[in-house]
Nanobody, 119 residues
Framework: QVQLVESGGGLVQAGGSLRLSCAAS????????MAWFRQAPGKEREFVAA????????FYGDSVKGRFTISGDNARNTVHLQMNSLKPEDTAVYYC????????????WGQGTQVTVSS
């Protein structure tokens, strides 16, 4: 059974940094896309970043480009999201997700980790 477990959330002041991690287990993730999404109260879920597990291509949402970096640690089946220059509008629950490269929708989701940025 596939499991995605996020960690690393917390409270940080504006301008600070946090590093989120997503530990993936239950299958081999070669050929998968690993992504981060976020959802703030009263708002729709927003794409943050994604990486293709075996190729290493990366993609970012416009609101985080230049501030966030997604990376994969294949040996540990872990995906990280380094978040720098955090803003109060980055406050949200951050979710890790996975899908096969050929699929359109994300099949697997983690439980989420809260990130709160104070002004």
């Amino acid at each position: 059974q596939v499991q995605l477990v996020e960690s690393g959330g917390g409270l940080v002041q504006a301008g600070g940094s946090l590093r989120l991690s997503c530990a993936a287990s239950g299958r081999a993730f070669t050929g998968y896309v690993m992504a981060w999404f976020r959802q703030a109260p009263g708002k729709e879920r927003e794409f943050v970043a994604a990486t293709t597990w075996s190729v290493g291509s990366t993609f970012y949402g416009d609101s985080v480009k230049g501030r966030f970096t997604i990376s994969g640690d294949n040996a540990r089946n872990t995906v990280h999201l380094q978040m720098n220059s955090l803003k109060p509008e980055d406050t949200a629950v951050y979710y890790c997700a996975a899908r096969r490269l050929r699929d359109q929708t994300y099949n697997y989701w983690g439980q989420g980790t809260q990130v709160t940025v104070s002004s």
